[in-house]
Nanobody
Framework: QVQLQESGPGLVKPSQTLILTCTVSGGSITTASNYWTWIRQPPGKGLEWMGAIAFSGATYVSPSLRSRTSIFRETSKNQFTLQLSSVTPEDTAVYYC?????????????????WGQGTQVTVSS
């Protein structure tokens, strides 16, 4: 059984960089043909696809976030990480990591076969 667990700060100050890590167990992040994704949900809003890193290491980022988002992985730890710079209160959200069995940049839940439980991130001074 694949399990994903997000970790990172619950509170970040405006203009700082948010770093979240997803630790995967029960399966390797290098196994074809999975895509490891970051999704967030601001309060009162729908899910937003942020980006993904493929089993190959290729990365994909939402155009709206591309200027301040990086996704990378550490295969020895079976982890992948989201880095979001210059955060503002609009980045306040529950952040999820998830796995899809193929490339998918949408927010339909059943397209992802495994999800983390989510972690609340609040941007506030």
């Amino acid at each position: 059984q694949v399990q994903l667990q997000e970790s990172g700060p619950g509170l970040v100050k405006p203009s700082q960089t948010l770093i979240l890590t997803c630790t995967v167990s029960g399966g390797s992040i290098t196994t074809a043909s999975n895509y490891w994704t970051w999704i967030r949900q601001p309060p009162g809003k729908g899910l937003e696809w942020m980006g993904a890193i493929a089993f190959s290491g290729a990365t994909y980022v939402s155009p709206s976030l591309r200027s301040r988002t990086s996704i990378f992985r550490e295969t020895s730890k079976n982890q992948f990480t989201l880095q979001l710079s210059s955060v503002t209160p609009e980045d306040t959200a529950v952040y999820y990591c998830a796995r899809s069995p193929r490339y998918y940049s949408g927010t339909v839940r059943y397209e992802y076969d495994y999800w983390g439980q989510g972690t609340q991130v609040t941007v506030s001074s």
